[in-house]
């Protein structure tokens, strides 16, 4: 009976996203951005800011998303070339995409490749079965998952299902860094799957290796391992940004997330 009167106080708690805006995932702080090219005398140590190398100052001023991890050093150092992105949508389907300013040319790429994978996915209609892989994950991103499948992102009314099997899966979610144990494990799951199939690259850590890489025991993601086909940034990424990916991944949005929603 608690759950009765619960569910009356407090209404629908599902998002609307993607048919309508998110008020809560449209101001969340999800990337990096460059607001603004510095002097060229102001160049020096810029780049060594960033833990992981994410920027890139070789033409002009970049930060490679694949491989933030939201620490915000840049941002506290240097506020007046960098700030954060208020954006859920910030999966992109290739890894230059990552790489903010856009380059001349990206929106050419990214149109291509997305009409490519349309076309391969045509066949999954308005249904994803996803196998879950935790390739060396710290365990972070798993939490944002989970939630996927709770009241508030309600990952099944899009017709997104988990599934235990590789053999029913369409889609292949990957964390982690691609430790060297789960290799194997990885390329076993990948090639039981029926094709067409796809790949998501899910965090900095599956993207690029994240905070420490290569090692002993780690890859610089999983991108070695096995095609990736979505990318989707974040340490973690949020909810949002995975179920975004997702919808990605089946066509059903723009080639950023702008355009079409079905």
Known sequence: MPWVTRGLREGVVT?????????YGEGFAAAVTVTDQPPPETLDGLAGICPTGAIGVERRVTVDRGRCILCGRCVASRPEVFAYEASIETGRLARRLLVTPPDEGDGELEAKVAAELAARVRSFGRSLHVRHVDAGSDGSAEWEIAALTGPIYDLHRLGIFFTASPRHADLL?????????????????????????VVLAAGTDAVSGGLVHPTYATRGGIAGIVAVDVWVPGSPPSPFSILHGL??????????GRGRRR
Do not use: F, S, W
């Open 247 to 256: 919808l990605l991944a089946m066509g059903r949005l723009g080639a950023a």
């Open 15 to 23: 998002t609307r996203y993607p048919r309508r805006p998110d008020g």
């Open 173 to 197: 979610l990957v964390t982690g860094a691609g430790t060297a144990g789960m290799i194997e494990p990885l390329v076993r799951t990948y090639e039981a799957m029926p094709h067409p199939k």
